[in-house]
């Protein structure tokens, strides 16, 4: 399968500390995304990785890949309430679709 | 901001009915998509729709699902004779095409589907 699979599965931080999750993939890809889905809701776009970048800036993310590895990392840096969502890599391969993986909870404590 | 919309929002039907889930995609998008999500589980990919036909389907997409774009605007979701294990959210998404960069897709909210 070629879908991303995301990593820590759920993350609890304090308000204003840093959020790091990762997505690790199986096959080589055109790029790779990172959505956010508050509770309910549809998926959101945050940020697109070329396989031939790196790294990425966002505001407040920051976004790597590592395609030696097969890798890519999320940072939400000094986090919000309102940061509290999932968060899902996608990858993809083909212009068709995007294969998303299971997600990190992420909860964010004030 | 241009959005995908999905109705309903929420439906619940009895196993063995027929279902259509309705969307809208953003109106100058050529690529379509369903996806669903089982409550706490990843986002499955279960078909893909340009140029007035399906491009891919996953292994999920069986028989009992059908995909059409009648009067191009709505782009609909038929789920033939329900089964318990179709309850989750479907998300709607679009693209604009290939030709606007990389495949960033807009999604709607969601219809969850309940089936009983």
């Known amino acids: 399968s070629q879908q991303g699979e995301e990593d820590p599965q759920a993350l609890s931080i304090q308000e204003g500390e840093n959020a790091t999750m990762n997505c690790s993939y199986k096959?080589?890809?055109?790029?790779l995304q990172w959505y956010r889905q508050n509770s309910g809701r549809g998926l959101v776009h945050l940020i697109l990785?070329?396989?031939?970048?790196r790294e990425k800036h966002s505001g407040r993310l920051r976004v790597t890949l590592d395609t030696s590895k097969k890798s890519s990392s999320l940072l939400i840096t000094a986090s919000r309430a309102a940061d509290t969502a999932s968060y899902f890599c996608?990858?993809?391969?083909?212009?068709?679709?995007?294969?998303f993986g299971a997600g990190t909870t992420v909860t964010v404590r004030a | 901001e241009p959005e995908v919309t999905q109705t309903p929002s929420h439906q619940v039907t009895q196993m063995g009915q027929e279902v259509i889930l309705r969307c809208v995609p953003i109106?100058?998008?050529?690529?379509f998509y369903w996806y669903r999500q089982i409550l706490g589980q990843k986002v499955e990919f279960l078909v893909s729709?340009?140029?007035?036909?399906?491009?891919?389907k996953s292994e999920i997409f069986d028989d009992q699902f059908s995909v059409e774009r009648p009067d191009g605007s709505n782009f609909t979701l038929k789920i033939r004779s329900t089964k318990l294990e179709d309850s989750a959210m479907y998300f709607c998404?679009?693209?604009?095409?290939?030709?606007?960069?990389?495949?960033?897709?807009?999604f709607g909210a969601g219809s969850r589907l309940t089936v009983l």
């Open positions: 990785i070329r396989s031939n970048e």
């Open positions: 109106s100058n998008h050529l690529y």
């Open positions: 729709f340009y140029n007035n036909e399906i491009s891919e």
């Open positions: 998404a679009s693209f604009r095409g290939a030709r606007s960069g990389a495949n960033v897709l807009t």
């Open positions: 096959t080589s890809i055109n790029n």
């Open positions: 996608a990858t993809d391969f083909n212009d068709y679709k995007l294969s």
